[in-house]
């Protein structure tokens, strides 16, 4: 049984672990080094903040993945703009966890007086950007060939979800 919850600071290596397994085999993540254990806990302490939340997804009581809220933009007129993350442990991917996880942090920005919600999601990730359509987000606008991962060009599709 799935379970979501804040995430906690006991489960950074566990998050850290999801995270690093999709910068070394994915191009979901445009980092090409794993994320250290310090700037994994500048990560986490960012999301402490009631405004930029950190979920955790279980399944049975294992850490199944992740999602958060973060800013947009430093910018101050950027207040109102999020963008989504979302990372599962390769086990339980396609079970219908990444839905669960996305409509979460939907709700909760909607609840906390987002103005919209985006996301950045490789153009080869069909899957994620099937997702993101899935809960109502839109393209809105591409990045063509800003990544280069795995020895390829990568575009970006920048996606986006309106509140209100």
């Known amino acids: 049984m799935e379970y ?3 995430a906690q600071e006991e ?3 566990q998050l850290n672990s999801i995270y690093n397994w999709a910068v070394e085999h994915t191009v979901a993540t445009f980092d090409l080094e794993p994320r250290s254990l310090d700037l994994a806990q ?3 302490e960012l999301h402490q903040d009631p405004y930029y939340p950190l979920y955790v997804i279980t399944v ?3 850490t199944a993945g992740w999602g958060s809220l973060s800013p947009f933009h430093p910018r101050a007129a950027y207040r109102g703009s999020g963008e989504f993350s979302l990372y599962l442990d390769p086990r339980y991917q396609y079970r219908g966890l990444g839905s669960i996880l996305l409509a979460t942090l939907c709700q909760e920005a909607e609840k906390l007086g987002y103005h919209t919600l985006l996301g950045l ?4 990730n069909t899957a ?3 997702l993101a359509a899935k ?3 839109k393209e809105a606008g591409r990045y063509r060939e800003v ?3 795995f020895e390829r060009w990568l575009d970006v599709v920048v996606v986006q979800r309106l509140f209100g």
Do not use: N, P, V
């Open 4 to 6: 979501i919850r804040r």
């Open 11 to 13: 489960d950074l290596l």
């Open 42 to 44: 500048a990560w986490y």
């Open 60 to 62: 049975d009581e294992e």
């Open 121 to 124: 999601i490789t153009g080869s």
């Open 128 to 130: 994620s950007l099937k």
């Open 135 to 137: 809960h109502g987000f």
């Open 147 to 149: 990544g280069w991962k």
